[in-house]
C-alpha cells in the first residue's frame, strides 16, 4: 500500500471521535486500496472537518454542504447504513 493511504487508513482510525474512528475506520478498511485519487483528497479534505460535523453528514443528521456531496461520500454513507 502507497504511503498516502497508510497514512489516511491510520487518520481514519484516530480522528478524535469514537463515533467517527468507527464509520470512517471501517469503510477505510474495506475501501482505501480501491479509491480513486480524488476520492483520496476528498477523504483527506473530510477528515479536516468538524468531527461532530463530519458525524452528522454521514448518518444525515445535517444537511450535507454542497462541497462534500461527492460520490465518497454517497459511498461512505451507503456502507455505513449496511455495515
Known sequence: ????????????HHCGMKENDILLGRF????????SDQQL??????MQQSDIDV???????????EA????????IQRFNKTA
Open 28 to 35: 477505510s478498511d474495506r475501501y482505501i486500496t480501491e479509491l
Open 55 to 65: 458525524m452528522n453528514w454521514i448518518i444525515g443528521k445535517a444537511p450535507l454542504p
Open 1 to 12: 500500500m502507497d504511503p498516502r493511504r497508510k497514512q489516511l487508513l491510520f487518520r481514519s
Open 41 to 46: 483528497d476528498d477523504l483527506d479534505n473530510l
Open 68 to 75: 462534500f456531496d461527492t460520490d465518497l461520500m454517497s459511498l
